[in-house]
């Protein structure tokens, strides 16, 4: 019994021995779960959208950075203007002065590379790609314009077209016509439709760049791809026959313009064609946002196809954002250029604005039937890069080429215009 008693004893202090020594060393908390702050604070995003159907775009892409980012506020600094010709002179001023917005649209390809790249005013952005494993989902020539020495520059959200005719159905039909596809058929039916009383091309140039984008269709056309594409690194001669022919193309299409051009913009162009007021216009499929927003359908009100004589060939351009060096809130820009490169950001924005996204996985089924086939054509036609929005040529390239074009257009002097031309190309250090 007293033996029996001595183990009970001898147990319980054991096991209070254990307790006491369990409460002496308690195990350490599993550690708290990782969780970052919300970001906060204000993002200010610059582009120059704010015409018809790039505005509504934009919006779209903000709606899905919204719901991903409640507690960020999203400032919305545009400064209108096609092609950014105002804002990015309102850009350049405020990163001179180190008053850089979050972000900024920029042109992938030499307007980013040589603008800003050079001058160390961005951050590479080759990290949020490896995070978000896009270097998959991006083809490999979109990699390559936004990248030098390693690393990628900036994100892209779309890819545009610019060789396309657009044209009102209905005046089409009114007048027995159909669409051309040669430069010869373009002025067959332009012949018809001035004789009818209807303008035949809507031209809205107050900005030289339209110019620049109806010249560079006609030099695609002239050329062909291969030549198109020597002019932009001295394999072309920009003294031959391809160059004239098309300055004279052009000079030719001038007689079928409205004639008030000079006094408006690419968006009123586009609205001639809308009113019935104009049968065409050569622009960017950003028209085709334009079009979406005033109502229109494709293939119901408005047709479609490559700008006469360019069929098989693709102008392109990508618009991307930026994280300039030194963004006031970098993480809220991260944030920003996270939403620009992901699927759910292209699949909201491109629809609406008219273009198809940059990367390859896009929801065939979010888009209508015009940006299928510009889908369809990314895939299989000649790409070549565009002048007036940055892919092909350096800034400053662009800007003595425009002045080539302003002087053009005012004298319609081919042989000038064409010296001016080649002259340019040596100043940009091409073309000897
Ligand atoms: C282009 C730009 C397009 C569209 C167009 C008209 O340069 O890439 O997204 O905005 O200008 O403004």
Redesign the pocket.
Known sequence: MFKNMRWLLIASLVVIAMVVGACATPAPPPPPEETAPPLTGSVEIFS??T?GG?AEGLAAMYEVFDAEYPELEIINATVA????MEAKAVLATRLQAGDMPDSF?V?AGHELIDTWVVAEKMEPVTFIFEENNWLDVYPPGVIEVLSSEGEIWSVPV?I?RSNVLWYNKQVFEDNGLTAPTTLDEFFDVAKTLQGAGVTPLAVGDSGV?VDIHVFESLLLATLGPDAYRGLWDGATDWNGSGVTEALEAFADMMDYVNADHAALS??QASQLVVDGDAAMTIM?D?SEGYFKAAGWTPDVEFGYVPSPGTAGSFIM???SFGLPDGAPNRDGAIAWLTVCGSKAGQDAFNPI?G?IPARTDGDRSLYDDYLQSAMDDFSSNEIVPSL???AAASEGWVTAFGDAMTLFVADLDVAAAQAAMAQACVDAGMCQ
């Not at 203007?81 to 950014?84: E, L, P, S, V």
């Open positions: 120059w959208w015409a790039e203007g096609g092609a950014g649209q042109h779309n545009h760049w690419w968006d960017g950003w351009l990508s618009d604005k273009s007036a929005h940055g």
